[in-house]
């Protein structure tokens, strides 16, 4: 069965830093695009970061120049790198993968999100 297990949330201050890890674990094919949403109570579900299968990145304005995504397709697992924290970070944090099993049957999963909270 496959499975996105996030880690790495926490309290952070602002300012601060924090680096999530998603892992992937199952018996998977193939790993295509990768991402990071994040929901804030109240808000609606949003992308902040995504990665294709080649590499490229894209981010939400908000985060530009503070965050990074990457992957380590050898791990199965994709990080992203918060720098510059601000309170309007403070959110569940989710990994969101699209991925094909071993039956090459192609799908998105979701992960069980990781809480990051950005306060003094």
């Known amino acids: 069965q496959v499975q996105l297990v996030e880690s790495g949330g926490g309290l952070v201050q602002p300012g601060g830093s924090l680096k999530l890890s998603c892992a992937v674990s199952?018996?998977?094919?193939?790993?295509?695009?990768m991402g990071w949403y994040r929901q804030a109570p109240g808000k609606q579900r949003e992308l902040v970061a995504s990665i294709t299968g080649g590499g490229s990145t894209a981010y939400a304005d908000s985060v530009k120049g503070r965050f990074t995504i990457s992957r380590d397709n050898a791990k199965n697992t994709v990080y992203l790198q918060m720098n510059s924290l601000k309170p309007e970070d403070t959110a569940v944090y989710y990994c969101?993968?699209?991925?094909?099993?071993?039956?090459?049957?192609?799908?998105?999963?979701w992960g069980q999100g990781t809480q990051v909270t950005v306060s003094s």
């Open positions: 199952g018996n998977i094919a193939h790993t295509y695009a």
């Open positions: 969101k993968g699209e991925l094909s099993d071993r039956y090459y049957v192609r799908r998105v999963y």
